[in-house]
């Protein structure tokens, strides 16, 4: 039973310890790159073609490995067409940026199940090469180019295992090869990066399914929209401050004002009255301006986010920006591409206070027949102050005094939502808070409003920018109070004043994997500074790689001295560039290349010049096979001057004399160069 048991594991051993026939790994190692091509796009596709893409790729890598035959036409044209089909059942067209890059990611699967000859193994490399662009329509974040370039040198080392007629080289030593060809394309990379002309948004018209949705503030607030936005930690914009950045408590990003009340949610207000339209908001700014850069993430909305409060609206490049009537920063257009812009900012200021009170009529509006115990609470308040100020004090203090929390998950509302919050239920996320607040102080007849936005941020210590992440989006109040103007109010604070204080993650814990791995356990722990390492490249990468817009190649070019080109002098300049680039990147392959030997360039002139008489020498004939078949071809006055160079060069190659010393090598040289000439 043993020597059984010893005589199979032997075979088995044997087997798997038997190198691959060539064919084999060179197909094998194809469809390595073509998994590493297709692998970014399982992120977007349906899951029924990721998952057909598998079989079939399974299915190529079975036939390979045990040296079956490609499946017959009859059986892939049926299997193609439902494929088709059914990329048109999904996407309802076959057209468009989503459907074209299904249908390409499974043809390349389904060529690899019909390589009969090299056209089709070209097809397949293009075809993947085509696909890592498309890849770029989704995602042009750091993490896709390296895995990008992983396939790149993959899909290379492929294609050049297959043009190999003789003995291979290893396959460390062809991947070796392979970076080095595409480390001596990055010199002409960099050049055309910066100097290719370049213009505001993509070089294409994209479809329209080109902009998929994304995660953001919206232009409306109802109870739990900014809550399930909390749970994101996708990053909303990032800051470099140029002055002092202002403590974590005073880290208001102001969006969008809202004023009109339905009962349920709040919408920016629309103003009926013309006069209101026409008049003037006044913000008198005091104390030191802080500057800053924002840098905007694609969100699909307009808002434009600064510190509070900026006295101008930034100039973005390719877009028109405005303030709006309450302050808001406002683009021409939706932000549908990474942007980044500079802002100037004043945190202590005084907005509209030598307004009347007529004027803010509109900031006192309630719908009818809506929560009347908040009503009765606002007129019971009123009888306890009279002076607006108090009013607000102690609308604040029946926040701190009374068993209110602080929760993500908070408990639906009815019809009178903000009565159930003030008076039973008591937990809300900060839109509760604000809305309650807003709705109680126009109903004291104190002109109010919702602001939405992000509060707080962290801070990298490594590239000193400073994150906003979605988790921090926030919403708060402005009460006008007369000869004071706008006030920030935050009723959250009152409630939880560790999430001004700190940020969401410190007002309410969350336990989740990352928690337990340590990755959110303090700026000390290893996974805080992994993470901080992480974004600070990514920040970099955005900055300098996704970031890089017309006005910042002008920047550069006119650091170097070269002030308004037109497209034609950019284009020269590339050019020029670009061929610099290309000789320094061959000067080392000129230098590193070996030299010939001098007897062997001489041995293959002679053999050209019999070669010019009809007798070629063919592949594998010595000098002295050689020297016999010339004899029967060449003139008689030629045969021996031929025997004679032979002779010397097969001495001076093949036989035992020295030619070691520098004189000796150029005495038999100097004959050898001599019995050619006499060849002639």
Known sequence: MSRFKSAAIAAISGRFSTPLARDKADTLLLMLACVLVLLPHTAHQPLWIS??????????????????????????????????????????TLLGRDAGVAMLVLLLTFKLLEMHAKRDLFVVIFLSFFLMLASFFYSQTMLSALLTVVAVITMLTAQLSFQYTGRMPPLRRRLRLTAVIVGLAVPLTLVLFLLFPRIQGPLWGLPGDAHAGRSGLSDSMSPGNISQLALSEEIAFRVKFIDPAPPKSRLYWRGAVLGNYDGRSWTPMHFQSAGHQGSVVVLRPYGKPIRHQVTLEPNGQRWLFALELPRQAPNVDGMLSRIGADRELLGSEAIEQRIRYDAVSYPSYTLDADASPDE??????????????????????????????????????????????????????????????????RAGFCEHYASSFVVLMRALG????????????????????????????????????????????????AVAPERVELNLRGAIPRHTLATL???????????AGLGLNWDAMTNSWNQWVLNYNPQRQRNLLRSLGFDDLDWQSLTALMFGLGTIAIALAALPLLLNRPRRDPFDAIYSAFCQQMARRGTARAIHEGPRAYAARLKTSLPADKVAAAERFLMLYEHIRFGSGSTAHVKERSAALARLKSHLADCR
Request: proline share 7%.
């Open 446 to 493: 104190i002109p109010a409003r919702v602001v939405t936005g992000y509060q707080g941020g962290e801070m990298n210590p490594i590239d000193g920018y400073m994150t906003i992440r979605q988790s921090d989006a926030h919403a708060w109040a402005e009460v006008w109070l007369p000869q004071r103007g706008w006030l920030r109010v935050d009723p959250t604070a």
């Open 360 to 425: 803010q009529q509109n900031w006192l509006s309630l719908p009818a027949d809506y929560n009347p115990r908040t009503l009765a609470f606002a007129a019971k308040l009123h009888r306890q102050a009279s002076d607006q100020r108090q009013l607000v004090n102690l609308v604040l203090q029946y926040f701190r005094r009374e068993s209110f929390r602080y929760t993500l998950e908070p408990p639906p509302l009815g019809k009178h939502a903000v009565d159930e919050f003030l008076f039973s239920t």
């Open 517 to 527: 791995l340590g990755l959110h356990a303090g700026q000390d722990s290893w996974g």
């Open 51 to 92: 998952v057909a893409c598998g079989a079939i790729l399974c299915w190529r890598g079975w036939i390979t490995w045990r040296g079956k035959r490609m499946p017959p036409r009859w059986l892939l044209l049926p299997v193609a067409l439902a494929a088709m089909v059914g990329v048109n059942v999904t996407f309802k």
